[in-house]
């Protein structure tokens, strides 16, 4: 099993749009995914339209009340299954900074799935902070997908996120975290600005940026709302096909590294 945290700081750049439809990409691919909602607003939960049981989300398990297994709910979709989020779990960004382990603590309840051989990839949707959860996701990740919306904005996150997979790195934290790629959000190659982003992050990162980009469509903001993946939502609009498109370049890249 492949871990993978989809991370940024910054807010509003379709991380978790990117979390989820990446997810449902590769489960309509025949690919085993467990999709880790570590957001404590649950977007990626509603966002799936799973209405959880109380108290279930990483936040018992990272307190150590309940196992990760216990945790794992159906989407009703095949080869997709989700960890939910919760509110509470904003709490345990409290409890975990007064331990020893708040970084480690993540990968070792993780590293347990993965003699079970029950997923392929974990997805983990982060917050959009700097915090406990998010740091946590870093030194449990076994790579990092950046979401970065084309705007000048968005370079400075880049630099912030960069910078902090660095510091997890020589922490020892995670010595052998790699950022896996960037794929560029908010694409509108009609503007001059969208395709002045790309160049600049093509020019700095040309082995991890994306070939594929996810255009700005309302289609892909709307399916949340009705619960949905932008598969069932609008299966044969600009947003399926850029995130199918992902998938695939996706899937490729890992096949490549594995040679």
Request: some cysteine; glycine content about 6%.
């Amino acid at each position: 099993m492949k871990v993978v945290a989809i991370a940024n700081q910054k807010g509003g750049v379709g991380k978790t749009t990117t979390a989820l439809n990446l997810s449902a990409a590769l489960a309509l691919r025949g690919q085993r995914v467990l999709l880790v909602d570590l957001d404590p607003q649950a977007n990626c939960t509603s966002g799936l339209g799973v209405e959880p049981p109380e108290d279930c989300s990483m936040y018992s398990v990272l307190i150590g009340e309940t196992t990760v297994a216990q945790q794992i709910l159906p989407t009703g979709r095949e080869n997709l299954s989700i960890l939910p989020s919760e509110m509470d779990l904003a709490g345990v960004e409290i409890e975990l900074a007064r331990s020893d382990d708040h970084l480690t603590r993540l990968r070792t309840i993780l590293q347990a799935l993965k003699p079970n051989d029950l997923f392929d990839y974990c997805i983990l949707d982060t917050p959009p902070s700097l915090g406990v959860l998010m740091t946590s996701a870093l030194a449990a990740a076994d790579e990092i997908l950046i979401p970065l919306q084309c705007e000048w904005f968005g370079l400075e996150g880049l630099a912030k996120i960069v910078h902090v997979i660095d510091q997890i790195r020589d922490s020892d934290a995670n010595p052998d975290i790699r950022l896996e790629g960037i794929v560029m959000t908010m694409y509108d190659g009609r503007t001059l600005l969208s395709r002045q982003v790309v160049e600049e992050v093509s020019q700095f990162f040309p082995d991890q940026i994306y070939a594929t980009m996810i255009p700005r469509t309302i289609r892909i903001g709307e399916a949340p709302s009705h619960g949905k993946t932008i598969f069932e939502h609008d299966p044969n609009g600009l947003g399926a096909q850029a995130y199918a498109a992902m998938a695939d370049e996706f899937l490729q890249r890992h096949a490549a590294a594995r040679l």
